[in-house]
């Protein structure tokens, strides 16, 4: 075999090194990203700073395990700077988050790490409070930090390549690098969390059923207890809730009216139990009007199993009626196809079949597993309108 000398030079004193539970901080991960915040405001900045945070944590993961140990550490070092960031930038006023967000985009003078937490303390900003609240957490992230720096300063013998692959090192267990390292994602998963949830407590506010049964669709996830015990730790989130975001917030839901059960699976899970539709319809105030037509089309047929608006799938609801069909979803081209039917009645599809019916100014798709005749499908259409109208007019009453 003919000797490399470049992939010689360029792995020569790489050590390869695996973390057993890998797939599990890629799935851990996917819940962070999940936690959209509920500023409209910030919402895309948000998306993208929370994002390019956990593919920093991703990228960490990456680089350990190909033995890039200094730039691993590196990258969860600067997982915690872009979301404190996102943080430094939410608390600013509309205009003046303008001109500091031109500034970061044009990489022209911004505030570091420590400046931007001295500017948040000194403003008075929620991040303070929430710091204050917090201070055991907030003190363990200032270690985790420190600890991070001796890697990416390269502080200490075994930071360096040459010593960890020197042959008088070669059998040495690997496991204390891999505990060590593990600690430190582990800290920068909660760190992220934890500054995330400087901008709206919602992932862990809708943790609570009290709360959960009283507001409608969020579009972020409520974290899993399982996520905050391994990343923050419940004695930790108490402090938390202890602020004045989290009690504000809190105070609001929990004021408002309890939704019954089957109308939180429909506002929740966009499911419509036919069994229950007078429990439904008994907060019908609480539904959106699209929910609402929804209901009057379930209502109206026993044959009904999903109701789909027309605009490409935006919205969808299934019912207590369940399909014979295995595939859930519709192609692009189908969409088109079904689209460009004026009325659609009875369109096969996986043995089930489709058709379009109109309520209100809304048009949408229905998936039946048994054909319609063209009068029973007009009388249906009848039905559906005057009940939508009687439900909607029970709304405003």
């Not at 539904?287 to 026993?302: G, K, N, Y």
Request: glycine fraction near 2%; charged fraction near 25%.
């Amino acid at each position: 075999m003919e000797f490399n000398g470049i992939e010689y030079k360029e792995n020569r004193n790489l050590i390869p090194l695996e973390i057993p539970n890998k797939k599990d901080y890629y799935t851990d991960l996917f819940q962070l990203e999940n936690s959209f915040v509920s500023r409209l405001d910030i919402f895309q900045i948000a998306i993208t700073f929370i994002r390019e945070s956990a593919q920093l944590i991703t990228n960490a993961i990456s680089l350990f395990e190909q033995g890039y140990l200094d730039c691993a550490y590196y990258s969860l070092r600067q997982s915690l700077e872009t979301t404190l960031t996102l943080v430094y930038l939410a608390n600013l006023q509309e205009q003046e988050r303008e001109k500091e967000l031109l500034k970061w985009k044009e990489k022209s003078i911004f505030p570091m790490y420590n400046s931007m937490v001295k500017s948040l303390e000194e403003q008075k900003a929620i991040f303070l409070d929430v710091k204050e609240k917090m201070p055991i957490y907030f003190d363990g992230i200032k270690k985790t930090k420190k600890l991070l720096n001796k890697h990416v300063h390269k502080q200490g013998f075994d930071t360096f390549y040459v010593s960890r692959k020197h042959f008088l090192n070669q059998e040495r267990d690997q496991t204390p690098i891999i505990e060590e390292f593990e600690f430190c994602l582990k800290k920068c998963v909660g760190a992220v969390v934890v500054f995330r949830l400087c901008i709206d407590p919602f992932p862990i506010l809708l943790m609570d059923p009290e709360i959960y049964s009283r507001t409608q669709v969020f579009m972020s996830d409520a974290f899993t207890s399982k996520f905050v015990e391994k990343y923050v730790g419940f004695k930790n989130i108490e402090d938390y809730k202890q602020t004045d975001l989290y009690k504000s917030v809190y105070n609001h839901f929990i004021n408002l009216e309890k939704r019954l059960p089957a109308v939180l699976d429909l506002t929740k899970n966009a499911y419509i139990d036919k069994s229950k539709t007078e429990e439904i319809i008994s907060q019908i105030h609480l539904l959106r009007t699209i929910e609402i037509q929804a209901v009057a089309i379930a209502m109206m047929s026993d044959k009904v199993t999903r109701i789909i608006l027309s605009n490409f799938a935006t919205e969808s609801f299934f019912t207590s009626t369940p399909s014979i069909r295995k595939n859930w979803g519709f192609s692009v081209e189908k969409y088109l196809e079904f689209r460009n039917i004026s009325s659609l009645l009875n369109f096969s599809i996986d043995n089930a079949f489709i058709s379009s019916i109109s309520v209100g100014e809304k048009t949408f798709f229905i998936e039946h597993n048994e054909k319609y005749s063209f009068e029973e499908f007009e009388e249906f259409k009848t039905e559906v309108t005057v009940t939508f109208n009687k439900l909607e007019n029970s709304k405003n009453m």
